[in-house]
């Protein structure tokens, strides 16, 4: 079994969610907000289906469909939003912007100044997160699969989601791992998983059923 110099060191995260008293009462709000909002607001708002409900799938749509849709009754507009893919962005800023273009494309002006009703407003949340060494280590594939089976999802989520925005590629941390291991058509096959067509427990399981099947 090949080992690697450089074991692949497993870490832990978890997100606190911050309140931050800013609203939205139209979209033009919602749109003058999300340009200037700091990444932490759109990465919460985008992504928090995929960690906190990970037991559906296909994953719920990112909160702007579901306001668009739910609460201004734009289902058009719902489902362009719903229909973006989160995981083709290299960066959240890139989100954002596809966001934005995509609102400012399709909402007439009238729409845009039209204020919801009160209590039915966007609330904008943030993401605090806080990353936590663990002392798992693998140094080859066996243990690295053997290590899938009892990661937390919060540590799944770090490595195969986060760690694209983090870097800004394409690769998750397993895959620039195993690509270094020696590893290359792993690597590939396991950065072709779609966490966004998988539950967090459905990526881990997919994950473990690649590992397993190159070491027999």
């Not at 497993?10 to 979209?27: P, S």
């Not at 306001?67 to 058009?76: F, K, M, P, S, T």
């Not at 594939?141 to 799944?156: D, K, P, Q």
């Not at 195993?178 to 966004?196: H, T």
Request: aromatic share 10%; glycine share 6%; proline share 4%.
């Amino acid at each position: 079994m090949k080992k690697n110099r450089e074991p692949f060191r497993f870490v832990d995260q978890v997100h606190l969610k911050e309140l931050t008293g800013i609203k939205a009462r139209n979209f033009k709000e919602l749109g003058d907000i999300l340009r200037n909002a700091p990444d932490s607001i759109v990465h919460y708002h985008t992504h928090h289906f995929l960690e906190e409900h990970h037991y559906l799938t296909p994953e719920p749509a990112n909160d702007f469909a579901v306001w668009a849709n739910d609460v201004l009754g734009d289902e058009i507009l719902g489902e362009k939003l719903a229909s973006i893919d989160i995981l083709e962005f290299p960066t959240i800023s890139a989100l954002r912007d596809r966001i934005i273009n995509l609102m400012e494309q399709h909402v007439p002006s009238g729409l845009k100044m039209r204020r919801v009703p009160e209590g039915k407003e966007f609330y904008f949340v943030k993401w605090v997160s806080i990353v936590l060494p663990t002392s798992r280590l693998a140094h080859d594939l066996r243990e690295f699969g053997e290590a899938l089976g009892m990661l937390s999802l919060g540590s799944l989520y770090f490595h195969i989601i986060e760690s694209r925005l983090r870097t800004g590629k394409a690769s998750n941390d397993f895959s620039v791992w195993l690509d270094s291991l020696g590893e290359q058509e792993l690597a590939e096959a396991v950065a072709k998983v779609d966490p966004y067509t998988y539950t967090l427990e459905g990526v881990r399981s997919q994950l473990i059923k690649l590992a397993a099947k190159r070491i027999k």
